[in-house]
């Protein structure tokens, strides 16, 4: 199964971090972990991607597990336009994405 | 540089009817996916297609067909329209390239919002 499994839904107050959990238990070797957020009305927007080792990008950190069975992504500062789903993708075949149910993230100001 | 542009962003059809949806990737990428979302089943791959070739297709009836043209352009279509088949439509794209396949970046449109009545 390429699902991953993620909280149904997660608070933060605005301006502090958020620290998003997945499980990937069953990851091989040469899935990469794709993080999409999606808000209402919208297509999923692509957030961060990493194979191994932690990636930062303007928008989010990704910090995955050494044994790559979990990852964490960070928001840094939680702003209310970061309300949203956010899904976590095993991706192992490349335009042929997996979605789960994601997480709803609910920013409060 | 563009992002990925679906049209129509609205319609609405009659149950038995059928439908196009074209999707436009963005330059230079020659992989395009179709998505289904409804709030029932949320996200569900549809097929995939790479250089006008279906690389891969999810668990839809025959209904539910594409293509893609020689300069990456999308289209997909359903015939015979049941109500079941209401749902923001989304299109995707992403260079494709094989030897990085799952490492590869995915943009998605804003979709087409498809109502049957």
């Known amino acids: 199964d390429a699902k991953t499994t993620q909280p149904n839904s997660m608070e933060s107050n605005e301006e502090e971090p958020v620290h998003l959990p997945c499980n990937h238990s069953?990851?091989?070797?040469?899935?990469?972990i794709h993080w999409y957020r999606q808000l209402p009305s919208q297509g999923p927007e692509y957030v961060i991607h990493g194979l191994t080792s932690n990636v930062n990008n303007r928008m989010a950190s990704l910090a995955i597990a050494e044994d790559r069975k979990s990852s964490t992504l960070i928001l840094h500062r939680a702003t209310l336009r970061d309300a949203a789903v956010y899904y976590c993708?095993?991706?192992?075949?490349?335009?042929?994405?997996?979605f789960g149910g994601g997480t709803r993230l609910m920013v409060k100001p | 540089k563009a992002g990925v542009t679906q049209t129509p962003r609205y319609l609405i059809k009659t149950r038995g009817q059928q439908v196009t949806l074209s999707c436009s990737p963005i330059s230079g990428h020659r992989s395009v996916s179709w998505y289904q979302q409804t709030p029932g089943q949320g996200l569900q791959f549809l097929f995939e297609?790479?250089?006008?070739?279906?690389?891969n297709k999810g668990n839809f009836p025959g209904r539910f067909s594409g293509r893609q043209f020689s300069n990456s352009r999308s289209e997909m279509n359903v015939s015979t329209l049941e109500l079941g088949d209401s749902a923001l439509y989304l299109c995707a794209s992403c260079r494709g390239d094989v030897e990085s396949f799952s490492g590869n970046t995915i943009y998605f449109g804003e979709g087409s919002w498809l109502t049957v009545v």
């Open positions: 069953t990851i091989s070797g040469t899935d990469y």
């Open positions: 993708i095993r991706n192992n075949a490349g335009n042929m994405l997996t």
């Open positions: 297609y790479f250089s006008e070739t279906q690389r």
